[in-house]
C-alpha cells in the first residue's frame, strides 16, 4: 500500500517562474493537505483540499494555488517565484475530518529559487 | 491566534540517557495535540497524540501529557536510543479540521 507520494523531490526555478508541484494521496484518502516547511521552521499551512475544492486556506498570498483531481490527486502551484519560497513542500492525506483523523505526510518536494 | 513553542535544538544526549522536550501552546478552545518526527530524508511522522486535557498519549517508548492547566506536552523517553536521533515537532490542531499549528522543531541528536 503506497503512502503518499510526491513529484518531484527535487525543483530548481529561477525568480519570477512558476512551478508546480503533485501530490497523490494514501489510498482510501480523500482530503489533501499542502504545508511549506522553510530551512529550520516547523511546516506552515498553505491549504486543504476536500471534493476538489479549497477548504481552508493558510497566511499565503493568492500567488499560491492548489487543485484536488476526481482521483483526490493534488498540485500546488507557485506563480511569480520569489527567493524566499524555497522551501521544502509537504502534503498530508487524511480520510473524513476533524483531529482524529490523523495525517499521513509524504516526503516531500525541495523547491529551490534562484 | 493559535501557537506552538517548543524548546530550542540542538539537544545532545547520550545513548540511555532521559530526554524532555518542552513544549507549550496557545489557544482560544480546547485543541489536540501531537507530537511528530521527522527522521533524516523522511517525511512527517506522527509520533503520538492526546485529545483532551490529563490525556497521555505514547508510542515507541515515548510519552507526552495533555496538561490543559500549564498548557503543556512536554516530550520524555526513559531511555533514548541513537535510532531516536531526528527532528520533533509539538503541534496542535483545534476545531472541526484537519489543520495542524507546528512549533519550530528540536533536532535531538543521541551519541552511542
Known amino acids: 500500500d503506497a503512502g503518499v507520494t510526491q513529484s518531484p523531490t527535487h525543483l530548481i526555478k529561477t525568480r519570477g517562474q512558476q512551478v508546480t508541484l503533485r501530490c497523490s494521496p494514501k489510498?482510501?484518502?480523500?482530503?489533501v493537505s499542502w504545508y511549506q516547511q522553510a530551512l529550520g521552521q516547523g511546516p506552515q499551512f498553505i491549504f486543504q483540499?476536500?471534493?476538489?475544492?479549497?477548504?481552508q486556506r493558510g497566511n499565503f498570498p493568492d500567488r499560491f494555488s492548489g487543485h484536488q483531481f476526481p482521483n483526490y490527486s493534488s498540485e500546488l502551484n507557485v506563480n511569480a517565484l520569489l527567493l524566499g519560497d524555497s522551501a521544502l513542500y509537504l502534503c498530508?492525506?487524511?480520510?473524513?475530518?476533524?483531529?482524529?483523523?490523523?495525517?499521513?505526510f509524504g516526503n516531500g518536494t525541495r523547491l529551490t529559487v534562484t | 491566534g493559535d501557537s506552538v513553542t517548543q524548546m530550542e535544538g540542538p539537544v545532545t544526549l547520550s545513548e540511555e540517557a532521559f530526554l524532555t522536550i518542552n513544549c507549550t501552546y496557545t489557544?482560544?478552545?480546547?485543541?489536540?495535540l501531537f507530537w511528530y518526527v521527522q527522521y533524516p530524508g523522511e517525511g512527517l511522522q506522527l509520533l503520538l497524540k492526546?485529545?483532551?486535557?490529563?490525556d497521555k498519549g505514547s508510542n515507541k517508548g515515548f510519552e507526552a501529557t495533555y496538561r490543559k492547566e500549564t498548557t503543556s506536552f512536554h516530550l520524555e523517553k526513559g531511555s533514548v536510543q541513537v535510532s531516536d536521533s531526528a527532528v520533533y515537532f509539538c503541534?496542535?490542531?483545534?476545531?472541526?479540521?484537519?489543520?495542524?499549528?507546528f512549533g519550530k522543531g528540536t533536532r535531538l541528536h543521541i551519541l552511542p
Open positions: 498530508a492525506s487524511s480520510s473524513g475530518q476533524g483531529a482524529n483523523s490523523p495525517l499521513h
Open positions: 489510498s482510501g484518502h480523500d482530503t
Open positions: 483540499y476536500y471534493e476538489e475544492e479549497e477548504r
Open positions: 489557544a482560544t478552545g480546547y485543541p489536540s
Open positions: 492526546a485529545t483532551k486535557a490529563d
Open positions: 503541534a496542535l490542531s483545534e476545531g472541526r479540521d484537519d489543520k495542524i499549528i
